[in-house]
């Protein structure tokens, strides 16, 4: 598990919020954000929950929901978690759908893909 910080641009219908020095844990698949952050700047509630494990032994249901993230240059959609008392963690999801890396040495992100390449497609 590598955990590296990030500034990104939480975006929604409503708006958009900055946030800074976010942990990015490749060891969480989700990313987690507090609601009162989804609700500012209006994510869109998916019509699901998440059963979530957390580092201590326990578990819980988590709202889903779709919300755009920017971070480093790049912009996509990703799902974003949150429970009560939930803190701001950018998971694998947001670093997949980026196309983004965590160098394990210097702990900066780094490109994996090309911007704006999502596959290799040959007809």
Same mark, same amino acid.
């Given at each position: 598990?590598?955990?590296? =910080? /990030?500034?990104?641009? +939480?975006? %929604?219908?409503?708006? !958009?919020?900055?946030? !800074?020095?976010?942990?990015?844990? /490749? %060891?969480?698949?989700?990313?987690?954000? @507090?609601?009162?952050?989804? =609700?500012? +700047?209006?994510? *869109?509630?998916?019509?699901?929950?998440? &059963?979530?494990?957390?580092?201590?032994?326990?578990?819980?249901?988590?709202?889903? *929901? $779709? #919300? #755009? +993230?920017?971070? !480093?240059? &790049?912009?996509?959609?990703?799902?974003? #978690?949150? =429970?009560?008392?939930? !803190?701001?963690?950018?998971?694998?999801?947001?670093?997949?759908?980026?196309?983004?890396? +965590?160098?394990?040495? $210097?702990?900066?992100?780094? @490109?994996s893909r090309p911007h704006? =390449?999502?596959?290799? *497609?040959?007809?």
């Open positions: 598990m590598s955990i590296a =910080f /990030t500034s990104a641009l +939480v975006k %929604g219908e409503k708006g !958009q919020r900055d946030m !800074q020095r976010i942990p990015i844990d /490749t %060891g969480a698949f989700f990313t987690i954000l @507090p609601s009162e952050v989804l =609700f500012e +700047v209006g994510a *869109y509630p998916e019509d699901l929950k998440a &059963r979530l494990e957390l580092e201590r032994g326990d578990s819980l249901e988590a709202r889903v *929901y $779709s #919300v #755009v +993230v920017a971070a !480093q240059g &790049r912009e996509d959609v990703t799902l974003a #978690v949150t =429970f009560e008392g939930a !803190q701001p963690v950018l998971g694998a999801k947001f670093l997949e759908d980026l196309g983004l890396n +965590v160098d394990s040495e $210097s702990g900066l992100l780094e @490109p704006g =390449f999502a596959f290799n *497609y040959e007809p």
